[in-house]
């Protein structure tokens, strides 16, 4: 196992809660990632940037505490989580704006989408290397943690 990856082991060893984040199954999987988080960092106006990337840096425990039960003797290695949290986080914010309104929209119908379809199919549904094994859970737990991150500043812009 990779001493990085969130296992079990994370209640003794909390950076673990941060480290399972960056731990990857190999550079294709970890360019999948990048991508997956670079697009709505992009996508957001600069300042709400900076606030989304702090955001991630206490998503990223939460999330590995939600996902920490359904590890078994497994691992989790990845950031898809936080990519999912991120584009809800993301998504909601442009929502809520007029001029970014149809772009948020997007971003959280695509999200709705994939998440619809894992659960369907159970598992995963991109193509992924050999090893490489997807998390379903983490992607809703990381998409639901974006939201209810977001969320209370979307209700604070709209007026009464």
């Not at 497994?74 to 309104?101: F, K, M, P, T, V």
């Not at 948020?104 to 119908?109: E, I, P, S, T, V």
Request: proline share 6%.
């Amino acid at each position: 196992m990779d001493p990085w990856a969130l296992t079990a082991d994370a209640l003794r060893e909390p950076w673990r809660l941060w480290t399972g984040h960056l731990a990857h199954y190999g550079w294709g999987h970890a360019l999948a990632n990048a991508v997956a988080l670079l697009v709505p960092l992009v996508l957001l106006p600069p300042r709400e940037r900076r606030r989304a990337a702090l955001a991630l840096l206490a998503l990223a425990p939460a999330l590995s505490l939600a996902i920490l039960p359904g590890l078994g003797a497994g691992e989790y290695r990845g950031a898809s989580g936080l990519a999912c949290a991120l584009w809800a986080l993301a998504g909601l914010h442009l929502a809520g704006r007029r001029e970014s309104a149809a772009v948020g929209l997007l971003m959280l119908a695509g999200l709705g989408i994939k998440l619809a379809a894992e659960a369907v199919l159970g598992a995963g549904f991109l193509l992924r290397a050999e090893g490489w094994q997807t998390m379903p859970a983490a992607h809703l737990w990381g998409t639901a943690l974006g939201l209810g991150w977001a969320l209370p500043g979307s209700l604070r812009r709209r007026p009464a």
